[in-house]
């Protein structure tokens, strides 16, 4: 039996967090796996009920359970609270206590679907990338954090910091996955103005040393997101700290077609929060046209680093490929030649997918 905590949150959160579900029930009786689930709020829902982004029961019970699936999380309802009090920082909260400081987003392109990406089709041909940021460290992270009063006007005051030891965890866990890839790592970095990654440069070289078998490169933050752009498929495991990974792995999602796509993982030691990409799109909450493949690649994610299930994993993600592969896609992708389905379809056809495959 595993046991895992879902926060389906704000938005179209709920929605696709339900076709997850959906998949993990098909899951369990393919592969005779047993699965206990807990729901809890989070976000905006969370602010509604409580006054606050999340309790100190719910994290309590992720901390315990160490395995949270989340679907989304904000929206203009509560854009007017004080930061400290915005649904996003149930986010914040859940990484600081989990300690998931390695933030694995992985981003693959479908052949059906590279013609309906603004980048030339031609350069995403194989196009299959890794992202490794640094979660708990950084610009969102660091003190002071403020808004002040200064010298008859208001100064705005973010510290970017980072150890040795934050910038070395979160390497390993790149040269690591880089093992099981093409064994090569950019290491993304902006060293020629900033301090922070002066000594990011320095710790990756330094654990580099321990992985002869993995090429290292180093690329400045303002030329990679040209390259990305110019020549996407030069890249494979990319590791930067968190502000760049945050901006370049939405960056990156215009390659699969539509941020809906993407999945992403936060690992820490023995812990694992798991989520798509994607924000909570209210504009189109309740309309059927949320795309919930971020979420099911989200949960094969999660029973691939948490519990170790990678045939149940690898089933969720060939099932996925086969239906996009096949033409079915949600509104976020529609165009000539594809199949438009609703959420709750595209659920039903992966769903069937895994059964019959």
């Known amino acids: 039996m595993y046991k895992l905590i879902v ?62 699936l989340l679907g989304a999380v904000g929206g203009p309802k509560w854009d007017d609270y004080p930061l400290e009090q915005r649904p996003e920082k149930a986010l914040m ?72 030891s934050e910038i070395e965890r979160v390497s390993v866990a790149a040269f690591e996955a880089a093992r099981k890839r093409k064994k090569k790592v950019m290491s993304v970095d902006k060293s020629n103005v900033l301090a922070t990654s002066k000594l990011w440069r320095k710790v990756v070289i330094d654990v580099a040393s321990h992985y002869p078998d993995i090429e290292l490169q180093h690329m400045l933050v303002d030329n990679c997101a040209m390259q990305l752009i110019l020549n996407p498929s030069g890249f494979d495991v990319i590791l930067t700290e968190n502000t760049f990974g945050d901006i370049l792995s939405d960056e990156a999602s215009v390659f699969a077609g539509s941020l809906g796509m993407l999945p992403s993982a936060s690992l820490g030691i023995g812990k694992g929060m798991f989520e798509p990409v994607h924000g909570s799109a209210p504009d189109i909450m309740g309309k059927g046209k949320a795309n919930p493949v971020g979420a099911i690649k989200s949960l094969a994610m999660m029973l691939r680093h948490s519990f170790g299930e990678d045939s149940a994993a690898n089933s969720i993600e060939n099932a996925v490929s086969d239906v996009i592969n096949a033409g079915y896609v949600t509104a976020d992708l529609t165009a000539e030649g594809l199949k438009l389905e609703s959420t709750s379809e595209m659920g039903d056809r992966i769903v069937d997918q895994i059964l019959t495959s």
Not at 94 to 118: C, G
């Open 7 to 68: 926060l389906p949150g704000d938005g179209i959160g709920p929605e696709v967090i339900v076709e997850a579900v959906k998949v993990l029930q098909a899951v369990e009786q393919k592969f005779d796996l047993r699965f206990e689930i807990e729901e809890h709020l989070a976000g905006g829902a969370c602010i509604d009920v409580h006054g606050v982004p999340i309790t100190d029961e719910t994290v309590s019970c992720c901390k315990e359970t160490g395995v949270v």
């Open 93 to 164: 909260r859940l990484r600081r206590e989990l300690e998931v400081f390695t933030n694995l987003r992985p981003v693959t392109v479908y052949d059906r679907l590279r013609n309906y990406s603004p980048v030339k089709p031609e350069l995403l041909k194989g196009v299959d990338i890794l992202i490794v940021r640094e979660l708990t460290g950084g610009l969102y992270f660091g003190e002071p954090k403020k808004i002040e009063k200064w010298n008859n006007e208001e100064r705005a005051v973010d510290t970017m910091v980072y150890t040795t």
